[in-house]
């Protein structure tokens, strides 16, 4: 079903506000022809619409749209007009009956949800609804839209195919906040894990660990949507930083996070855009072992992969070559030859500065940061550290935060 244009400019003005700066709501009514008393607005949204649009000509958005349209229309007995306020998201601007204690307007709309998921899921077309609020004063329904695009929020995490009538948020309790305080503590080492992974070029290592980290960073913001995209977007943006701090092209990064950022605020659905924030944060991982410039065999870069993945773990030069599938003479000289020094010697130099990060960035103690680095004996993390930068562990810190 085609929308008539006059209803639709009706309709733009009402969801706006804008309508009372040229009439009132009768002479507006009267100029567009227009007789629905809308009172509330119901968003309908298509599920997973940018990954199903991906591809698709002009003609296949135009048949879903007339497809949900004729399923909505079929389906909502009270008087309405609607307006597409973007792809594959629809505005109804329902006009419900008075309220009443035995039959509220948002249960009505609730009811009225229920019946479109049905008929949509006949034309298998599977839709999100949010409703807003039943407004009296029809210059109030440009709120009830916000409420409605606000009730979607929550689809983010929890998936498709769901109604969100609108609730007004309440502030965490005092318990929560402290749980939140506390769980960002943990949170904060383990960004600073990652970070140190990224430091010393561990591809699989980072992209393994972000999963977790941001079902924490969910947790720690109570699931609230724009909170956590923010965090996540901050921690992307820490990554990038020791990418341009390895010496890495700064006018390719930053033109690439912005496009990145806009794409994130864009991503609706929460498994989605963790594959996005892996897949980001793989490519600048990898940008940073460009910039170490180890031109080696495919085989050499292979073991170099494996010691990243184990470095704060005991290293044997049988598992490594194993995971080679080479002996550990043939890997060993090879290595050597192509790096231009031992595996242990690489191993070390690793670890070494990885340990760097650690002291620049934390305040942990010099026998933490060794256990996290792989050498058990602070001792000799200490003697290996000041052999190769002149300063002992606790003067290079020092050296640092001058």
Same mark, same amino acid.
């Given at each position: 079903?085609?929308?008539?244009?006059?209803?639709?400019?009706?309709?733009?003005?009402?969801?706006?506000?804008?309508?009372?700066?040229?009439?009132?709501?009768?002479?507006?009514?009267?100029?567009?022809?227009?007789?629905?008393?809308?009172?509330?607005?119901?968003?309908?949204?298509?599920?997973?619409?940018?990954?199903?649009?991906?591809?698709?000509?002009?003609?296949?958005?135009?048949? &879903?749209?007339?497809?949900?349209?004729?399923?909505?229309?079929?389906?909502?007995?009270?008087?309405?007009?609607?307006?597409?306020?973007?792809?594959?998201?629809?505005?109804?601007?329902?006009?419900?009956?008075?309220?009443?204690?035995?039959?509220?307007?948002?249960?009505?709309?609730?009811?009225?949800?229920?019946?479109?998921?049905?008929?949509?899921?006949?034309?298998?077309?599977?839709?999100?609804?949010?409703?807003?609020?039943?407004?009296?004063?029809?210059?109030?329904?440009?709120?009830?839209?916000?409420?409605?695009?606000?009730?979607?929020?929550?689809?983010?995490?929890?998936?498709?195919?769901?109604?969100?009538?609108?609730?007004?948020?309440?502030?965490?309790?005092?318990?929560?906040?402290?749980?939140?305080?506390?769980?960002?503590?943990?949170?904060?080492?383990?960004?600073?894990?990652?970070?140190?992974?990224?430091? @010393?070029?561990?591809?699989?290592?980072?992209?393994?660990?972000?999963?977790?980290?941001?079902?924490?960073?969910?947790?720690?913001?109570?699931?609230?949507?724009?909170?956590?995209?923010?965090?996540?977007?901050?921690?992307?943006?820490?990554?990038?930083?020791?990418?341009?701090?390895?010496?890495?092209?700064?006018?390719?990064?930053?033109?690439?996070?912005?496009?990145?950022?806009?794409?994130?605020?864009?991503? &609706?659905?929460?498994?989605?855009?963790?594959?996005?924030?892996?897949?980001?944060?793989?490519?600048?991982?990898?940008?940073?072992?460009?910039?170490?410039?180890?031109?080696?065999?495919? @085989?050499?870069?292979?073991?170099?992969?494996? @010691?990243?993945?184990?470095?704060?773990?005991?290293?044997?030069?049988?598992?490594?070559?194993?995971?080679?599938?080479?002996?550990?003479?043939?890997?060993?000289?090879?290595?050597?030859?192509?790096?231009?020094?031992?595996?242990?010697?690489?191993?070390?130099?690793?670890?070494?500065?990885?340990?760097?990060?650690?002291?620049?960035?934390?305040?942990?103690?010099v026998q933490q940061i060794a256990n996290k680095v792989g050498f058990q004996d602070a001792n000799y993390f200490s003697r290996m550290f000041k052999k190769s930068n002149r300063l002992?562990?606790?003067?290079?810190?020092?050296?640092?935060?001058?």
């Amino acid at each position: 079903m085609n929308q008539n244009p006059l209803h639709a400019a009706f309709s733009h003005l009402l969801l706006t506000g804008t309508f009372v700066h040229e009439f009132t709501y009768e002479e507006m009514q009267q100029a567009y022809g227009v007789t629905v008393n809308p009172r509330l607005i119901m968003l309908v949204s298509v599920d997973r619409y940018p990954d199903l649009v991906d591809g698709k000509a002009i003609e296949w958005k135009i048949e &879903i749209g007339q497809s949900l349209m004729s399923a909505i229309c079929k389906t909502v007995q009270v008087p309405f007009t609607w307006l597409w306020i973007e792809e594959g998201v629809v505005a109804l601007l329902l006009e419900l009956p008075p309220q009443t204690e035995q039959t509220p307007a948002n249960r009505s709309a609730v009811q009225i949800a229920k019946a479109i998921q049905k008929e949509t899921d006949a034309v298998r077309i599977s839709v999100s609804i949010g409703i807003g609020t039943h407004y009296d004063d029809p210059a109030m329904l440009q709120h009830s839209y916000e409420e409605a695009m606000q009730s979607m929020i929550d689809r983010f995490f929890q998936g498709n195919r769901m109604i969100y009538p609108y609730v007004k948020k309440k502030q965490p309790e005092a318990a929560a906040q402290e749980t939140t305080t506390a769980f960002k503590d943990t949170l904060e080492k383990e960004r600073i894990d990652l970070l140190a992974l990224v430091h @010393i070029g561990d591809v699989d290592g980072a992209v393994a660990v972000l999963p977790a980290i941001l079902e924490n960073v969910a947790k720690a913001n109570h699931y609230h949507v724009s909170r956590f995209k923010s965090e996540v977007v901050d921690l992307v943006m820490m990554v990038s930083r020791l990418v341009l701090e390895s010496g890495f092209s700064a006018e390719t990064i930053l033109a690439e996070n912005a496009h990145f950022i806009q794409e994130l605020y864009r991503t &609706i659905r929460y498994d989605k855009f963790v594959r996005k924030v892996c897949n980001y944060v793989r490519q600048l991982t990898e940008q940073v072992v460009l910039t170490q410039r180890l031109d080696v065999s495919p @085989i050499v870069r292979q073991g170099i992969r494996y @010691i990243k993945g184990h470095l704060n773990e005991r290293i044997m030069l049988e598992d490594v070559a194993q995971y080679c599938c080479l002996s550990k003479y043939h890997f060993s000289h090879l290595f050597k030859k192509e790096v231009g020094v031992s595996i242990v010697d690489f191993i070390n130099k690793l670890r070494l500065e990885k340990a760097k990060y650690y002291l620049e960035t934390t305040d942990l103690t010099v026998q933490q940061i060794a256990n996290k680095v792989g050498f058990q004996d602070a001792n000799y993390f200490s003697r290996m550290f000041k052999k190769s930068n002149r300063l002992s562990p606790s003067e290079y810190r020092s050296a640092k935060l001058c």
